[in-house]
C-alpha cells in the first residue's frame, strides 16, 4: 500500500502540468462544492416546506375531528369516520387525545401531552413539538365546546410522526440534485469545447514560431489574445537580449580580427626579416617581434576586457559592498614600481574617512588600471599623475579622479571619448583606443557617470562620479 503511494506521487511529480487539467479542475471543484452547499440548502428548504404543508394538514385534520365529534356522545369509543381520519401511520398507530377540563382523558393515548399554553375555543389550531419515548411527532391541539355539556372544555389534541415530512424532503432534494448534476455534466462538457476552442487561440503563434529559423525579430502579436500579450512581450525581451549579446559576440569578433591583424601582419614581416640578417640587426628586429607580441598580447587582453564590460548580467550577486578609500590606495601602489620605471610621479590623495560604494572589485581595478595606463603612458618626462578620492556630501555621491600632466586633449574632441578605437588626432604614443571604453561600460556597469576635462597642467583629467549606494550596503 505504501509502494502504491510512493508511485502514485512520483508519477503526479513526473507529468507535465496541462492547461486544460488546471482550468478544468478550476471549474469542477468550485462545482462540486457548491452542489454540496446547494444540496444541503435544498434540502432545508424542502424540509421546510413539507413542515409547513404537513403542520397545515395536521391542523385541518384536528379541526375536522372536533367536527366529527360535535355529532357524537361522549365519552365513548369513535366512529368508523373518525378512525379513519386518524389512521396515519402504516404501522396502524394512532397519536390522538380527547380531554375534558372536568373529567380528564376521555379517549386516545394519554401519553399524548397538552401544549405549554391553554388553547381557547374558537382559536386556531396551536401546534407544537413532542416525544413519545424516543419518537419525536408533531401535535396540534384545537378547543372546542363538549357536545353533552355546554360548560364543559374538550382539548381534541392530534399527533403524527416526523418520517413523512423528511420523506418529501428527500424526495425534493433527490429530484433537485439529478437536475443539478446533469446541468454540470453538461456544464463541463461545455467548458472543455470551449477550453479547447479558446486554446486554439494559441495555434498560429505557435505556428509562427516553428516557422523561425534564425531570426530573433521581435514576434507579430497583431492576432494573439490579450492574455497571452505579457508571454510575447517577455519572448520579445529574451529575443533583444540575445540580440545583443550575438551583436556584441560579433562586435568582438570584429575588433579581434581588426586589432590583431596588424601586429601579426608585421610579426610575419620581421620574422621573415630576421631569416635574412645577423648580428645587431638580428637583435633589432627581434626586439621589433617582441613589441610587436607584447601590443597583441595587450590588445587581446583589452579585447577580453571590453567584452567581460559590455556583457549584460542579471542580478546583483557579483556586487559587493566596498570600501574605496581602502582599496583605491592598495590598487594605486601595485603601479607605483612601473610609474618609477617610466619617471612619473604617481600620487594619491584621498580622505581617511570611508568611501563605500556597492560594485564588483575585479571591474573597479581593472577601471583604474586602465586609466593609469592611459596616464603614464601620455604623462611627460618627470611628470605627474594624480588619482584622487573624495566624498560630495550635498549630492551623497563618491567622486574618483585621475589626472596627468600630459598634452592633453582638445576641447572639441573631449566628448568622443570613451568611443571604441578612437584615438585623438595628432596621438604619437602607441595605444589601442579601447581603455576608456573599458572605464566607460564598467563605470555604467555601476551607475557611474564618466566626466572628461582638461586639467590645470593641460593634461587630461578624468572623474567618475558613483552614485549613493542602496541602504542595505
Do not use: C
Not at 613589441?291 to 567584452?307: E, I, K, P, S
Request: charged letters at 25%.
Amino acid at each position: 500500500m505504501i509502494r502504491l503511494a510512493y508511485d502514485l506521487l512520483a508519477w503526479r511529480k513526473k507529468r507535465r502540468p496541462s492547461l486544460r487539467r488546471r482550468l478544468l479542475g478550476f471549474l469542477l471543484i468550485p462545482m462540486l462544492l457548491l452542489l454540496v452547499l446547494d444540496a444541503l440548502f435544498i434540502y432545508a428548504v424542502a424540509l421546510s416546506f413539507s413542515n409547513h404543508v404537513h403542520d397545515r394538514a395536521l391542523a385541518n385534520d384536528a379541526i375536522a375531528l372536533a367536527q366529527l365529534l360535535r355529532h357524537e356522545s361522549l365519552p365513548g369509543n369513535l366512529s368508523s369516520q373518525a378512525r379513519f381520519l386518524l389512521d396515519y401511520e402504516p404501522q396502524g398507530r394512532d397519536y390522538y387525545a380527547i380531554r375534558s377540563h372536568r373529567q380528564g382523558l376521555l379517549s386516545g393515548n394519554g401519553a399524548l401531552a397538552l401544549p405549554a399554553t391553554p388553547v381557547t375555543v374558537g382559536a386556531p389550531p396551536e401546534l407544537y413539538d413532542i416525544r413519545i419515548g424516543r419518537t419525536p411527532l408533531r401535535a396540534a391541539t384545537v378547543a372546542m365546546r363538549s357536545p353533552d355539556n355546554t360548560r364543559d372544555v374538550l382539548d381534541v389534541s392530534v399527533a403524527e410522526t416526523l418520517r413523512d415530512r423528511h420523506d418529501v424532503a428527500r424526495e425534493i432534494l433527490v429530484l433537485s440534485i439529478s437536475l443539478q448534476l446533469l446541468l454540470i455534466v453538461l456544464l463541463v462538457v461545455l467548458a472543455w469545447l470551449g477550453v479547447n476552442f479558446g486554446l486554439r487561440g494559441l495555434d498560429p503563434l505557435v505556428r509562427r514560431l516553428a516557422q523561425r529559423k534564425q531570426t530573433l525579430a521581435p514576434i507579430d502579436d497583431s492576432d494573439v489574445p490579450v492574455e497571452l500579450l505579457p508571454l510575447t512581450q517577455t519572448i520579445d525581451a529574451l529575443f533583444a537580449r540575445l540580440r545583443e549579446l550575438m551583436a556584441l559576440h560579433e562586435r568582438f569578433v570584429a575588433d579581434a580580427a581588426h586589432q590583431l591583424r596588424t601586429p601579426l601582419a608585421g610579426m610575419a614581416l620581421h620574422v621573415d626579416r630576421a631569416q635574412s640578417l645577423e648580428g645587431a640587426p638580428l637583435h633589432e628586429a627581434l626586439e621589433q617581434i617582441r613589441q610587436l607580441n607584447t601590443r597583441a598580447a595587450r590588445t587581446a587582453r583589452q579585447l577580453l576586457a571590453l567584452t567581460r564590460a559590455q556583457t549584460p548580467r542579471d542580478g546583483d550577486a557579483h556586487l559587493h559592498d566596498i570600501d574605496l578609500a581602502r582599496r583605491i590606495p592598495e590598487w594605486v601602489g601595485e603601479r607605483v614600481p612601473e610609474a618609477l620605471a617610466a619617471d612619473v610621479d604617481l600620487g594619491y590623495e584621498g580622505a581617511s574617512a570611508p568611501a563605500r560604494v556597492r560594485g564588483d572589485p575585479h571591474a573597479l581595478q581593472e577601471m583604474l588600471d586602465n586609466l593609469l595606463d592611459n596616464a603614464l603612458r601620455y604623462a611627460s618626462r618627470n611628470g605627474h599623475v594624480t588619482v584622487g578620492l573624495h566624498a560630495d556630501a550635498p549630492r551623497g555621491t563618491i567622486v574618483l579622479h585621475v589626472e596627468d600632466d600630459g598634452p592633453g586633449v582638445p576641447e572639441t574632441f573631449l566628448p568622443r571619448l570613451g568611443e571604441r578605437f578612437f584615438r585623438a588626432p595628432g596621438t604619437t604614443e602607441d595605444g589601442t583606443g579601447l581603455g576608456l571604453a573599458i572605464v566607460q561600460r564598467i563605470a555604467e556597469q555601476h551607475g557611474a557617470s564618466v566626466t572628461y576635462t582638461r586639467a590645470r597642467s593641460g593634461g587630461l583629467h578624468v572623474q567618475i562620479r558613483f552614485p549613493k549606494p542602496p541602504a542595505r550596503a
